[in-house]
């Protein structure tokens, strides 16, 4: 399985990015739970959201509630993170996850894209 993600880049305190994560692979099934962490400078990777394979089940960290919004499309093979409202504490690389299981640990996914970094300036 890879993971590829875009859509990062620098905005402006208040703006709004998306990111896109498409996987690939011929061991990558729809059904895998897809998430994003994010690790921001001397700062311990941390979760941000996860779907689950049919996108009924949400969960965000209580950071980025209310403000992102993650989603899928199994036929594109491919989540989103809207990010809106972004603030400067949202600064960090943004990495895409897959797995089986739904965890907000880190150490519970497998395969993990390369990241993509998202800059908020004050």
């Known amino acids: 399985v890879q993971l590829q993600a875009s859509g990062g880049g620098l905005v402006q305190a208040g703006g709004s990015l998306r990111l896109s994560c498409g996987a690939s692979g011929r061991t990558f099934s729809s059904s895998y739970v897809m998430g994003w962490f994010r690790q921001a400078p001397g700062k311990e990777r941390e979760f941000v959201a996860n779907?689950?394979?049919?996108?009924?089940?949400?969960y965000y960290a209580d950071s980025v509630k209310g403000r992102f919004t993650i989603s899928r499309d199994n036929a594109k093979k491919t989540v989103y993170l809207q990010m809106n409202t972004l603030t400067p504490e949202d600064t960090a690389v943004y990495y895409c996850?897959?797995?089986?299981?739904?965890?907000?640990?880190?150490?519970?996914?497998?395969?993990w894209g390369r990241g993509t970094q998202v800059t908020v300036s004050s």
């Open positions: 779907i689950n394979w049919s996108g009924n089940s949400t």
């Open positions: 996850v897959a797995d089986i299981v739904i965890s907000r640990t880190a150490s519970s996914y497998f395969w």
